[in-house]
């Protein structure tokens, strides 16, 4: 038998309850309580918060995330974390009442369709048991057949108005369990995944009425997918002038194309493409990073908004060009496809708060 403890979550005075043996991240999810988080793997140090009274098992926290003398300092990563005791937490919670907050629920799937959009690019579609209520941009916690207890994340590239069939851009990493060693190996179409969520704060912000510049790397498409198809074609109206940095390392690397361009043409006082190769010189491409073409498009971005998603490396290069171009750390929002290695590594840039 399991005991139950009370959390409560300051400064907003909740409490919840909270099992032995679950993470104080997921018991304020599903209770509808949002405390920021990102990895969900105790890598980023996004859900940081401190313990106030109580005790806590510290759990799979990356040294990197949480450091020796933080644990002294009583702080911890609610989404490791499991509770030894009732506690009392303080997270770093900044209230957004134009963000709904869906509480994360489980969630039984059924492969409906899977198919190879690029070099080592599988896009999925998921037909869930019932609707799933999400923000654009919000991602959903995979459970890997075998390996009792073992998630990976993965954003959804559909809009809110789908929530039965969920489309899922995944890129495959070499030795990684759930790619090399699930999705890109034996998963077939007919197979029934569990997976819960929705999780996560990088969402379009229907309140944001600033010409947006979105960059994408790789697979990070596919959360910046779902806000632009959303703002587009559910008309959200209070969300300024979109325009995509889509970048990739060569036309094998780069997918929907034909979908953005169609977009483009649809919508051309809402949305442009510009969609970039690093690698080679193609027809209807541009040349260079994402950043550089941003550079050279842009004199200044002062009263723009930033949207950045991808692996850390892109991110933090798109941050700096966004930063150099004028843009306060507020005005930007991103997510980092942070994967298992940086658990063993000290990747976080100064640049990367959460
Ligand atoms: C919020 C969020 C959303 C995401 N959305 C998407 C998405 O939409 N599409 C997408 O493609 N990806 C997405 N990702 C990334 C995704 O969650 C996985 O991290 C990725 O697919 C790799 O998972 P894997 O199990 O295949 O690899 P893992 O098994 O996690 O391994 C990844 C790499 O780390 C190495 N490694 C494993 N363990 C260790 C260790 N202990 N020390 C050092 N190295 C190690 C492995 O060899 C491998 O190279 C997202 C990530 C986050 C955080
Ligand atoms: S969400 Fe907890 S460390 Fe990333």
């Not at 005790?55 to 990356?62: F, L, P």
């Not at 979908?259 to 051309?268: D, G, I, K, V």
């Not at 498009?297 to 998603?309: N, S």
């Not at 171009?325 to 063993?344: C, H, N, T, V």
Request: net charge negative.
């Amino acid at each position: 038998m399991t005991t139950d403890y009370t959390i409560t979550v300051e400064p907003l005075g909740r409490e919840v309850t909270c099992r032995e043996d679950q993470t104080i991240l997921d018991a304020c999810l599903r209770a509808g309580v949002w405390v920021p988080h990102s990895c969900t793997h105790g890598t980023c140090a996004t859900c940081k918060a401190e313990v106030l009274e109580g005790d806590v098992d510290h759990g799979a926290a990356s040294p990197y995330a949480l450091m020796d003398f933080e644990r002294d300092e009583g702080k911890t990563l609610l989404c490791v974390c499991t509770p030894r005791s009732d506690v009392v937490i303080e997270a770093d919670i900044d209230v957004d009442d134009s963000i709904e907050v869906h509480p994360v629920q489980d969630f039984t799937g059924t492969v409906v369709a899977m198919d190879d959009v690029a070099r080592d690019t599988r896009r999925l579609l998921i037909e869930l048991d019932r609707d799933l209520a999400f923000n654009a941009g919000q991602y959903m916690a995979l459970s890997i057949p075998g390996h009792p207890g073992v998630t990976r994340t993965y954003s959804m590239a559909n809009i809110p108005t789908e929530p039965r069939i969920l489309e899922f851009q995944i890129r495959r990493t070499e030795k990684g369990l759930a790619t090399d060693g699930w999705i890109f190996k034996d998963l077939a179409v007919g197979d029934s995944i569990e997976l819960s969520g929705p999780y996560g704060r990088f969402v379009l912000r229907t309140d944001r009425s600033e010409p947006a510049v979105l960059i994408a790397g790789g697979t990070g498409l596919a959360p910046i997918a779902s806000m632009i198809r959303h703002a587009l074609e559910n008309g959200i109206d209070g969300v300024g002038h979109l325009t995509l940095y889509q970048g990739a390392r060569t036309r094998e690397w780069m997918y929907d194309v034909d979908r953005f361009t169609a977009l483009a043409e649809q919508y051309p006082d809402r949305f442009t493409y510009r969609p970039c190769l690093s690698e080679e010189e193609a027809e209807g491409f541009s040349t260079g990073m994402v950043t550089d073409v941003l550079n050279a498009d842009h004199e200044t971005l002062k009263g723009h908004v930033g949207y950045v998603c991808g692996p850390p490396a892109m991110v933090e290069a798109s941050l700096k060009t966004l930063m150099l171009k004028r843009l306060f750390p507020r005005d930007i929002y991103k997510e980092e496809f942070l994967d298992a290695s940086a658990s063993a590594t000290q990747i976080r840039s100064p640049l990367i708060k959460r």
